[in-house]
């Protein structure tokens, strides 16, 4: 578990958008160079080490790999500025009266990496039993095929948010360095894309993520 320290102060220029239907989605961009490294790690990990464990068995997923990578973002340039989202989007929720003022401490609970080949998908689902806060880092996307005839509602291979009275839903076409965060509650999918490539993958990393004002089960006293 990861401790960012009490942030306040909302930086207005770090939400690229602010998407309010029922609740709070916003859409930051992680530099390129951030993604790279975070890219880059993830892989020498895969190739030379055994550190990355699976996640799979607590997720939604129809997905062969979902691998636990908090060891490595933790010591990654990509976790402040992260963390910083994170915070921001917790301070937008303040301003639209959904959660009360802080400072408050956010804890990492969990983050994993997706790698999503064509054909597989992630049915609808929610996060950590719809408790806090989930985050979702775009680190490559394919080319997708697009090959319907019809303007179809639902989109291959996007991010799909479901508005809370099921009926809506919205798709977002994720670029490498989106960084979408919402409430665990929010119900997403992602529908299967194809592509040229039958090796393209689609990777994402999910990260889960809670208010926790208290240690040791104190709570800390603002002042
Ligand atoms: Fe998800």
């Not at 880059?40 to 699976?54: H, I, P, R, V, W």
């Amino acid at each position: 578990m990861e401790r960012t320290q009490n942030m306040t102060k909302k930086d207005e220029t770090l939400a690229q958008k602010v998407l309010v239907f029922g609740r709070i989605v916003c859409k930051y961009k992680v530099p390129q160079e951030f993604v790279d490294d975070i890219n880059q790690k993830y892989e020498d990990a895969l190739e030379n080490t055994n550190l990355l464990t699976s996640h799979g068995k607590n997720l939604a997923g129809r997905l062969d790999s979902e691998l636990n990578i908090l060891p490595i973002i933790q010591t990654s340039r990509i976790f402040k500025f992260i963390t910083q989202c994170m915070s921001d989007y917790i301070n937008t929720c303040v301003e639209h009266g959904t959660v009360s003022p802080g400072p408050h401490n956010l804890d990492i609970l969990s983050c994993w990496m997706n790698d999503m080949k064509p054909g597989e998908y992630n049915p609808v689902h929610t996060h950590n039993e719809n408790l806090g806060y989930s985050a979702n880092l775009y680190l490559k996307i394919p080319e997708f095929i697009n090959d319907v005839t019809e303007p179809h509602k639902f989109k291959d291979g996007r991010i799909t948010f479901i508005g809370p009275d099921a009926r809506g839903c919205e798709s977002y076409m994720p670029e490498p360095g989106d960084f979408y965060v919402f409430q665990a509650d929010h119900m997403h999918c992602v529908y299967p894309f194809k592509t040229k490539d039958p090796n393209a993958i689609r990777r994402s990393m999910p990260i889960n993520f809670i208010i926790n004002n208290s240690v040791r089960g104190e709570e800390i006293k603002n002042v």
